[in-house]
């Protein structure tokens, strides 16, 4: 079977909590060293890494890139619009040829089923980097700053407050997988998927109240209003009157709560100035982090 990482839910607990041990493991071991050496074990030695971006990213392709050269492999970055893909060659043509040339293939897309149809029929693994659904690779990232920080995850309160969009669905795949609670304010037209609410079944509570999200939450977590692909800015900048994380917000969190945001931030819109750069941000540690997710899901695509 190849490793396909297409969205959290599809993988065991198991293998999730493996997936961030190693992220851990991995980071401990190279403190200091230069961002170009490879890691002792380089699990990746001799392979490529395609990357193919239909959306926009700073994070994800660095971190990517980093992250494939210190398993001791390469990568080949492309824009699918500069690919034949831009001109309609047929996704999964493109995942046949793709298989022939690297040794595995991490896709940002617009639609997430155009990663399910590249996936079905890739013969390497297929690393889902943010689609109009999901955003696992982050979500990974964010539980690694949240457990160097707090320690295990497993028992604590998480608050998403915002919009109900991809990363807020990779986080309620995440809480049955790695047994934490996640507590979700959203205004009513902007709420979660309702299949991705069930997967997250009765781990996740959905409030329309951000205060009563942030209740007894040991993290608290947003993200834009308005994500790439969204068309209706106007009306959602009125629809999340009340949703910016605020001094106040943070206040009605736990005492210690921390605050992380995957980044890009819209400051003024989802968070003050004065929580993404305050003592209780680790959004900085959280986007060093995407190197080390990284590197344990191509680890995992590579030992089967
Ligand atoms: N958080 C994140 O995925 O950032 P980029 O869009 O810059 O990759
Ligand atoms: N929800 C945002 C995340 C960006 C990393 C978007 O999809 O644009």
């Not at 230069?34 to 990746?44: F, I, K, L, N, T």
């Not at 890739?122 to 920080?149: F, Y």
Request: overall charge negative; aromatic content about 6%; charged content about 25%.
């Amino acid at each position: 079977m190849v490793r396909h990482f297409l969205d959290i839910h599809r993988l065991s607990a198991e293998d999730l909590r493996a997936i961030l041990d190693d992220a851990h493991a991995r980071k401990q071991a190279r403190r200091g060293w230069p961002q170009g050496r490879p890691d002792a074990d380089a699990p990746a030695r001799d392979r490529v890494l395609a990357m193919v971006f239909e959306k926009n990213s700073t994070r994800t392709r660095f971190s990517f890139d980093a992250a494939i050269r210190q398993l001791g492999g390469s990568s080949i970055i492309a824009n699918a619009g500069d690919m034949q893909l831009g001109r309609g060659e047929p996704v999964e043509d493109t995942a046949r040829v793709l298989s022939r040339m690297v040794d595995a293939v991490m896709i940002r897309a617009n639609s997430h089923e155009d990663v399910e149809r590249f996936a079905r029929v890739s013969t390497v693994p297929v690393i889902n980097g943010l689609t109009d659904r999901s955003h696992p690779c982050q979500i990974l990232a964010d539980l690694l700053t949240i457990e160097e920080h707090l320690g295990p995850v497993a028992g604590r309160t998480l608050a998403w407050v915002g919009d109900g969009n991809n990363v807020c669905h990779s986080f309620m795949h995440a809480a049955p997988k790695f047994g934490f609670r996640l507590q979700v304010a959203c205004p009513g037209e902007y709420h979660p998927d309702l299949r991705d609410l069930a997967i997250g079944g009765g781990h996740v509570h959905l409030t329309g109240d951000p205060r009563e999200a942030v209740e007894g939450a040991d993290v608290v977590v947003t993200d834009t209003w308005v994500s790439m692909g969204d068309k209706d800015y106007e009306a959602r900048l009125e629809a999340f009157e009340g949703y910016t994380v605020d001094d106040d917000l943070m206040a009605a969190a736990n005492p210690d709560a921390v605050f992380l945001h995957c980044l890009p931030a819209h400051r003024g819109e989802e968070v003050t100035d004065d929580v993404i750069d305050g003592p209780r941000s680790l959004v900085w540690d959280e986007a060093e982090n995407r190197i080390h997710a990284q590197k344990a899901v191509l680890a995992w695509c590579f030992s089967d």
